[in-house]
């Protein structure tokens, strides 16, 4: 295979129009970037929920005589990532395609100083909470606990993580503890876009009821806590794309061409070392083994939209 990778870019998908939007584009900023650097050829959007294209067709839709790196805009490896994405990379690499799987977004001290930039004013008093999605997969919950260990550093002061979903502590039970002891939540918004998770948060700092089983403040007592904007956003006079982002996901891609390269490299090098060094049995010696640890990690680095037609991101 030869030419510049194509890449991938995979979000999880909504049906929230603002969050479609600010996905596409973010994904179209990445594309502009990786092609100005001269680190991808094409690059397409797709997803694995609620939108199309899906992963599949991303992979079909690229072309077939270069590698493909698929890039998850998810913030942590839960589900998705194990099972969908894998899933997907195994039947592409059946198929006989080069398809990898770059790591997810997070955690990454880039994005804890996105989410810092995020949130308004601190006080004192002020109980800063990491609001994340919550996955059945511990790997993801504790991900964004890390996340909340990297908010923390950055602020320099304590920051607990909640769950929307999933197996880790309820979101809402930190609200209502917090404001129990009479602070105010301040909620860093891990999300990367607006949509179903997003509004769920929304929910808890409102005042005026019940709402989704969460006690709120009295009717008229106003907002019983702080959202911040998500990672994407299109309601600040922060940009809606922050440009720590954009590297972010550029690293992602660099950091997958790059160890191929070196594996690539590494696997010749012992390759010639051994042919050199060829006893009269003909053993290759360690340059066979090499061969066999490259077939391994090989192995082990393997839905509706505005617009139904999947787009390369390369105009």
Same mark, same amino acid.
């Given at each position: 295979?030869?030419?510049?990778? *194509? ?5 999880h998908g909504?049906s ?5 939007v600010?996905?596409e584009?973010?994904?179209a900023?990445v %594309?502009?970037?990786l092609r100005i650097r001269?680190l991808a ?8 929920d609620?939108q199309s ?11 077939d005589?270069r590698?493909?790196?698929?890039v998850p805009?998810l913030?942590s490896p839960g589900?998705?990532?194990h099972?969908? &994405?894998?899933e997907?990379?195994?039947?592409a =690499?059946a198929?006989?395609?080069d ?6 977004l997070?955690? @990454? ?6 989410l810092?930039?995020?949130?308004p ?5 002020d109980?800063?909470i990491l609001?994340a999605?919550?996955? #059945?997969?511990e790997? %993801?919950?504790?991900s ?6 990297? &908010? ?12 929307l ?12 503890? *917090?404001? #129990? ?17 997003? @509004?769920? %948060?929304?929910?808890l700092?409102e005042g005026?009821g019940?709402s989704g089983?969460v ?5 008229? *007592?106003?907002?019983?806590g ?8 299109d309601g ?7 440009p720590? &982002?954009?590297?972010l ?11 191929r390269d070196?594996?690539?490299e #590494? ?7 051994g042919?050199?060094?060829?006893g009269?049995d003909?053993s290759?010696g360690?340059a066979h083994? =090499?061969g066999?640890?490259h ?6 680095n393997?839905?509706?939209?505005h617009?139904p ?6 105009a």
């Open positions: 295979m030869t030419g510049l990778p *194509s890449v991938g870019l995979i979000s909504t929230s129009p603002t969050g479609q600010l996905i584009v973010l994904a900023e %594309a502009t970037d001269g050829g094409e690059v397409m959007l797709g997803h694995v609620v294209p899906d992963v599949d067709e991303v992979i079909a839709r690229l072309p005589d590698p493909v790196v698929l805009l913030l589900y998705h990532v099972v969908d &994405l894998a997907a990379v195994g039947r =690499e198929a006989g395609r398809v990898r799987l770059a790591a997810t997070g955690p @990454d001290l880039r994005l804890a100083e996105v810092a930039d995020r949130l004013p601190l006080r004192v008093s109980e800063v609001a999605a919550g996955s #059945s997969d790997r %993801a919950n504790e964004c606990r890390e996340m909340g260990r990297l &908010l923390a550093t950055e602020l320099e002061r304590p920051v607990e993580v909640g769950f979903a999933g197996a880790g502590v309820p979101l809402k039970d930190l609200v209502e503890e *917090s404001r #129990s002891r009479g602070a105010r939540p301040v909620l860093a918004n891990y999300l990367l876009a607006p949509g179903f998770f997003d @509004d769920l %948060a929304r929910k700092v005026g019940v089983g006690r709120s403040g009295a009717a008229g *007592s106003g907002p019983v702080v959202l911040a904007p998500p990672l994407l956003t600040s006079s922060a940009a809606a794309v922050p720590r &982002l954009v590297d996901v550029r690293d992602r891609v660099r950091e997958d061409v790059h160890v070196e594996v690539r #590494s696997v010749h090098d012992r390759v010639c070392e042919v050199r060094g060829r009269q003909g290759l360690d083994a =090499e066999d640890a077939d391994r990690a090989q192995a082990h393997r839905t509706q939209a617009d037609v999947p787009q390369v991101l390369n």
